[in-house]
């Protein structure tokens, strides 16, 4: 069988129907053989940088997976950015690179890199070294990317390899990793600490939504009566409008969050590392008393130590902690009034920018606005930038695989590829990338992959031309000026560009324009975008939230 429709088997039988891509000479053989059929579709980019964040937004929306093909060399390391990415976020991708042929590997062909050069940037990466044992290895590139801890897998494979008919090697069935059991004296130890704590707390990250959890969660937060801080890789894992919702840690968190993770007696770390980016530096105080429950053991210990490590999968781990904690008496505790105090200081903190409604409008204002009109159960994809800051903290978002916002490798350029990606997962869904200009203009091009593929998906920009979160800091910390990384002698026009790429266009200023422009659109037929002028000279979250 030739190499290449075996590939494209492959793929099916393990369900995944979408590849992301730029076509390139090398890799013709492969949307050859998917031209031919209706059970798996390309998308094709406009940037390498972008099939791997629409990758990534396909699994972060779906809990599937999704593959993406690139040439080698330039097409390889552009998708480097969204590979790291997805490492970071533990998002399980297949990456396929059309390799140098082996005889001339280290010649200098055309498009040449050393293989090695993406070892850093994936959970595993392969090199395919016969045609015959090509799908071999690409079933091995499946099974470790969906492997827990999961996460993205390259493998390589040299490009005259694709259309050979050779006798193909055939991998036998494997149990793919998984965490079945958890340590019956690490459970009974956790539940007699958490039992025991008047004031305690649950820190939830990504690792929740990775195992389906949410459900453990809640149960085991309701059954302590302990509010939930959800780290920003976290969001939506606990819904937002739950009476024991405290709060997100990330860049801009502020004060009262700090102080209701400070002021517990026991904390339940599930789904998280504890990392750096969310923790501000490890500066935030977590209870000695503190059970962490993580896939990866080198969490275990970094930046805090636990009184109880569990290196388990969250949802049995929640499951078999809810089933132990029904055998304890459980401490009295203030849990609905600790969680309903923290959102009232961060409400009262944000009602001053609130009450800015002529334009331009604040970040707040304008989220506010949008999510007024935003169906609840639409999927969000949120690019990074000074907006996302508060978007994390302020702009509601209910079930877990409605949310998609990377991790602590905090590129930006993702928010439009990602909701791309999410679409195609999700077709049925309402779709909506939220975008600072920064991030759109760094995956600007992907507003003519919408049009040309004619994806649903209503990009909202909210445009302060400006680096602002950059100009703040600049301006604050080292006497630069006000401004200092804006454009404001030549903006962009975001409608104006949309307009030419194809897509059907908006701009709203006011509170009340932006909720019915946004409405308009994801009523609408096809893809939109929406631009909100915002003030440059806003506060940002980091400064305003800490005051």
């Not at 149960?219 to 302590?224: D, F, G, P, T």
């Not at 791309?420 to 077709?427: D, F, R, W, Y």
Request: hydrophobic content about 40%; overall charge negative.
């Amino acid at each position: 069988m030739k190499v290449n429709e075996a590939i494209i088997d492959c793929l099916t039988e393990n369900d995944v129907d979408t590849l992301f891509g730029i076509p390139g000479k090398q890799s013709l053989p492969l949307n050859e053989s998917i031209s031919e059929r209706d059970d798996i579709r390309f998308v094709m980019a406009r940037h390498e940088t972008a099939v791997s964040h629409q990758a990534w937004g396909y699994a972060e929306t779906s809990g599937g997976m999704a593959a993406t093909v690139v040439i080698p060399g330039p097409g390889d390391m552009n998708a480097m950015n969204g590979l790291k990415n997805a490492l970071n976020d533990c998002t399980p991708l297949l990456h396929i690179a059309v390799e140098t042929e082996p005889e001339i590997r280290g010649g200098d062909g055309i498009h040449e890199t050393p293989p090695d050069t993406y070892d850093n940037v994936v959970k595993e990466n392969i090199t395919v070294e016969t045609p015959e044992s090509t799908v071999a290895e690409l079933q091995r590139a499946i099974d470790a990317a969906q492997t827990a801890p999961k996460g993205p897998v390259r493998i390589g494979i040299p490009k005259n390899f694709l259309k050979m008919d050779v006798p193909l090697a055939e991998r036998g069935e494997i149990d793919r990793q998984s965490f079945s059991g958890v340590p019956e004296a690490k459970l009974d130890a956790a539940a007699d600490l958490l039992a025991d704590a008047s004031r305690p707390i649950i820190v939830a990250g990504g690792g929740v939504r990775a195992a389906d959890a949410s459900d453990e969660l809640r149960a085991v937060a309701e059954r302590l009566e302990a509010p939930v801080i959800l780290t920003y890789k976290g969001k939506a894992v606990f819904p937002d409008d739950h009476e024991l919702m405290g709060g997100v840690l990330c860049g801009g968190t502020g004060t009262d969050v700090k102080e209701l993770v400070a002021e517990s007696d026991a904390a339940l770390g599930v789904g998280t590392d504890f990392d750096a980016l969310t923790m501000h530096g490890w500066s935030i105080e977590v209870p000695d008393d503190l059970v962490h429950v993580t896939l990866e053991a080198g969490d275990i210990g970094t930046g805090y130590d636990a009184a109880v490590g569990i290196v388990a999968d969250a949802a049995r781990t929640l499951a078999a902690l809810d089933d132990t904690l029904a055998d304890r008496t459980i401490a009295e505790g203030t849990g609905l009034e600790r969680a309903r105090a923290t959102r009232a200081a961060i409400d009262e903190r944000l009602e001053e920018l609130r009450g800015i409604t002529e334009p331009p409008l604040t970040s707040v204002t304008a989220l506010d606005a949008i999510r007024e009109g935003t169906p609840a159960d639409a999927i969000i994809s949120l690019d990074a930038g000074g907006y996302r800051l508060w978007a994390l903290q302020m702009f509601p978002i209910y079930e877990p695989r409605d949310h998609v916002s990377p991790g602590s490798w905090a590129t930006m350029g993702t928010g439009v590829p990602a909701a791309i990606g999410a679409k195609m997962a999700n077709p049925e869904r309402d779709v909506v990338a939220l975008s600072g200009d920064g991030g759109l203009m760094m995956c600007v091009h992907e507003l003519h992959t919408l049009a040309d593929e004619g994806i649903d998906v209503t990009v909202v920009v909210l445009n302060n031309s400006d680096y602002a979160i950059i100009s703040e800091d600049a301006r604050r910390n080292y006497r630069m000026d006000e401004g200092e990384y804006g454009w404001e002698e030549t903006p962009v026009s975001y409608t104006t560009v949309a307009d030419g790429l194809g897509i059907d266009v908006d701009r709203a200023e006011t509170p009340a324009e932006i909720e019915s422009a946004v409405a308009d659109a994801i009523a609408s037929d096809g893809p939109t975008l929406v631009e909100i002028p915002t003030d440059p000279y806003e506060p940002q979250s980091s400064v305003w939230m800490n005051k």
